[in-house]
């Protein structure tokens, strides 16, 4: 909206939402109407599909190359349905009473289970709810890791909208992404010694511009990312682990 009022009308704004879009469910129907919205389905737990979602003009047709169409990934789509109808479903219970089946119970389950995925028709309520669902879960592991965080060592910088850009900010409003940096371990070795551990974290400037790394006073940092099928527990581990560094204290 901001460039759009700086714009005009005429400007085709278009929004990145790939981080996003494994996390939040999107008000498409909100979006001004030359606004396009990306995303890629391989950030949404499905195949390595890009997805671009705007208004209806002849813009797409007359400007944009589709090129040859990739049957097998749209084919995978199929599959990211079915995963978010399942997760708009999934009853603890019944994954309760599976894991105390016999093998050719659980072999009989999941024939029953596929047979069941191949008429199930997925609604917007069921993406909804898998939304917030995920919602849910990952706002408990946020809180989880930015807690951890806090009471760990001063030396940790939080990256962070709020106020200043490295300050440890409030525990919502905000995607399970975590950037930050450490006064005297660099985000390489960070990166290193997790992955020793089979944790993975990455260190970039992640498409910052010189010019705002320089006006927040950061070069690159590392970054967590959780999401839904994570655990606590996995938190706690990396944690501990990281607490372990030398010169973390």
Request: proline share 4%; aromatic share 8%.
């Amino acid at each position: 909206r901001f460039i759009q009022e700086r714009c005009g009308e005429s400007a085709q704004i278009v929004v990145d939402g790939v981080a996003a879009i494994p996390h939040v469910k999107v008000a498409l129907d909100d979006l001004p109407f030359n606004c396009w919205y990306a995303v890629s389905c391989h950030k949404l737990f499905g195949p390595h599909l890009g997805i671009l979602c705007g208004p209806q003009s002849d813009t797409a047709a007359v400007e944009l190359e589709l090129g040859t169409v990739n049957y097998e990934a749209c084919a995978g789509l199929i599959g990211l349905g079915e995963y978010f109808g399942r997760l708009a479903t999934f009853s603890p219970k019944q994954a309760a009473s599976q894991n105390t089946q016999s093998q050719k119970d659980r072999r009989e389950a999941t024939t029953a289970t596929t047979s069941a995925s191949e008429n199930f028709e997925l609604t917007l309520e069921h993406v909804g709810e898998a939304y917030r669902r995920i919602e849910l879960v990952e706002e408990v592991l946020v809180q989880r890791l930015l807690e951890r965080f806090q009471k760990s060592s001063q030396k940790v910088h939080i990256l962070s909208s709020k106020n200043s850009a490295l300050s440890v900010p409030s525990l919502t409003s905000r995607l399970p992404i975590i950037s930050f940096s450490h006064d005297s371990i660099s985000p390489a070795t960070i990166v290193t010694e997790l992955s020793k551990h089979n944790v993975a974290c990455r260190e970039d400037s992640f498409k910052c511009s010189a010019k705002l790394q320089e006006e927040f006073g950061f070069g690159k940092i590392a970054r967590l990312s959780l999401a839904h099928y994570n655990t606590v527990e996995e938190v706690d581990f990396v944690m501990n682990h990281l607490e372990e560094l030398p010169g973390w204290y």
